[in-house]
């Protein structure tokens, strides 16, 4: 007998007497302790007797439940697996932590005298081996079984599994009429839910509500046992469970299914139409059941993580092309006549196989353009693949390319793709070409040549079709000429040479990319920036962009940083390098004159400096102010220097 008595709350006074199995508490109406508070949950808990003990069990309530016990509050949360056992005196906080219903236990007179426990028999899993040899050396259970498991090993889907072990249980325990699967939950290990609950079709024995319901009791004995268990007379064995006792369930088997030591779930079989039915042979045979059901279980799960992962990366690979697809000709800025001229010339070769050679200095855009080449092509749909030669040595760029066999070096311990084969159908762009070393430059030669390519260790060569787009920043045909780099190789690479202007031959186009930029980095940062001031973008026009695109694009990105809310960028925000230029005319100073005479007293003051700066290397200083050496000269000779 269990005495609760509300000492806080709208049901304050109210004392309930309790002998049941089960009490429930809430807000509902129909809970035996009906609690009208507002703040608890329509079931928030329940009371039930175990063996000699009862047993207060939280239900996962919204405002939760303590246990105050000699002074000390303890939550029933998932640190007590949301149940703690009821001391006589406890005080139950339920519901708001501020203004709670508070219920006193009491126990008095001891728990209903225990029924006495029926417990038949169990197999513990450890038992497996000696069960399969007592089967194995009967041939008509061991067909029977066969028949039985064969169904499992043609599911793959887990609702499909389930149901085949539903059919097998039905098959091999003709007593069974209700069978529950309950399996561990993926985010709670502790936490164990039903997956399927089956009625034998034409059992009279139970509704179908009945069927859905599955023993918490045995998956605990399961558990501890960690062993299959047979019952004769479960209302008497687990008489506190109310899923037993709703149920009417008169005898059941219980088997675990595991993984390894892990136990992953369980299947139950009852039986409510006759007790004591089942025997030792169907648990035995119940077992080796569950030992086939668990990889059966385990093998869907599996094919189901990787059918969401493949829809996953479906969708990922979906997202990255799509976006790779924006980096058409479209979407390249540039509207100096420089850069139409490169688009008009991709244009023409972008739906051939011809090799495409893009050089430029660094940070001109390289990649980019050989980005937009391939989602321009006929090749979109195969992959784009990427290699910076100079960024690995020579081994490892050669096994990287071409790739390689297990066992072909000391580290090679499985077969490896090279990005030839990968980029098979698509594209392969090789950044940085002038980078690549000799010995490497002749299989690079062989594979467009010949379209075929031999893996480290291999001893096959490989058909592929991959157009090859390269990039340098360097001058090959003075490396040819210096022995850097192969001739015939170069020739292979020069079908369709293409120079990509520095930015300081484009300067129409750098307003345009730093607006862009600012954009872009306005949106990263979450800034509001109201743009350039005319003066910072005459001083971002005047600078000379060693770094071309990617040193601008750097610039704005430390200016979007640096800014003000709802700011203009003006000149004084600028990078001291590019400040130096807005103040170059004021130190030039030229003397009152015609226009004519003051521009060429700037221009003369200008070649003195980039000549300083380069220690009258003319060479150097040609490249720096974007002219030839011929012009160079010519402009000397007019000023007399």
Known sequence: MITLQVVEGSARGRVFECADS???????????????????????????????????????????????????????DARTGWEITL????????????????????????????????????????????????????????????????????RLDMGATLEAVADSIFDLLPDATHVAVLLRSDVDKDRFTVALSRTREGSSSSSRVDAVRASRSVLRRVLSERAAVITANAQKELGSSESIMGGKILSMIAMPLWRGDEITGLIQADNRSSAGMFDERDLEIALLLGAQAALAVDNASLVSRL???????????????????????????????????????????VDTRATVCIEGETGTGKELIATAIHYQS?????????????????????????????????????????LFEIADGGTLFLDEIGEMPLSLQAKVLRALQEGTIRPLGATRERQIDVRIVCATNRDLAAEVEKGGFRQD?????????????????????????????????????????????????DALCAYHWPGNIRE???????????????????????????RKVEGTLA???????????????????????????????????????????????????????
């Not at 540039?334 to 688009?343: H, T």
């Not at 960024?391 to 490892?396: D, H, T």
């Not at 300067?507 to 607006?515: F, K, T, Y």
């Not at 050496?629 to 000023?639: I, N, Q, S, V």
């Open 22 to 76: 089960i009490i429930s508490l809430g807000r509902g109406e129909h809970n035996r302790v009906s609690l009208p508070d507002y703040h608890l949950s329509g079931e928030h808990g329940q009371i039930f007797l175990e063996g000699d003990q009862y047993i207060y069990r939280d239900l996962r309530s919204t405002n939760g439940s303590r246990v105050l016990r000699d002074d000390e509050a303890i939550p029933v």
């Open 378 to 418: 006929s090749r979109r749909d195969e992959m784009f693949v990427a290699q910076n030669c100079a960024a690995l040595p020579e081994n490892l760029l050669e096994s990287e390319l071409f790739g390689h066999k297990k066992g072909a070096f000391t580290s090679a311990d499985s077969d490896k793709k090279g």
């Open 307 to 349: 059918k969401i992962a493949e829809e996953r990366l479906r969708g990922e690979n979906t997202y990255l092309k799509q976006r790779e697809e924006n980096r058409r000709f479209e979407s390249i800025i540039g509207e100096s006549e420089a850069m139409q001229q490169v688009l008009r010339q991709l244009q023409k070769v």
């Open 489 to 537: 190789l170069y020739y292979r690479l020069m079908v369709f040479p293409l120079r990509l202007p520095p930015l300081r031959e484009r300067r129409e186009d750098i307003p345009l990319l730093a607006e862009h930029f600012l954009e872009r980095y306005c949106h990263e940062y979450r800034v509001e920036v109201k743009g350039f001031s005319q003066e910072g973008l």
């Open 552 to 578: 601008l694009e750097n610039e704005v990105q430390r200016l979007v940083i640096q800014a003000e809310p709802t700011s203009w960028i003006e000149v004084a925000d600028l990078s001291p390098r590019l």
């Open 87 to 154: 001391r006589d005196g406890d005080q139950i906080y339920l519901g708001d932590p501020v203004a709670p219903v508070v219920v006193v236990v009491r126990l008095r007179g001891g728990a209903p005298e225990a029924q006495s426990e029926r417990l038949i028999a169990s197999r513990s899993i450890v038992d497996l081996p000696a069960v399969v040899d007592r089967v194995e050396h009967d041939p008509a259970i061991a067909l029977r079984l066969y028949k039985a498991v064969q169904p499992l090993n043609a």
């Open 587 to 641: 130190r030039i100073s030229p003397k009152k004159g015609t226009l004519k005479e003051m521009m060429e007293q700037v221009e003369r003051w200008l070649l003195a400096e980039a000549l300083r700066e380069h220690d009258n290397n003319k060479t150097r200083t040609a490249q720096t102010l974007g002219i030839t050496r011929e012009g160079l000269h010519k402009k000397l000779a007019k000023f007399g220097m």
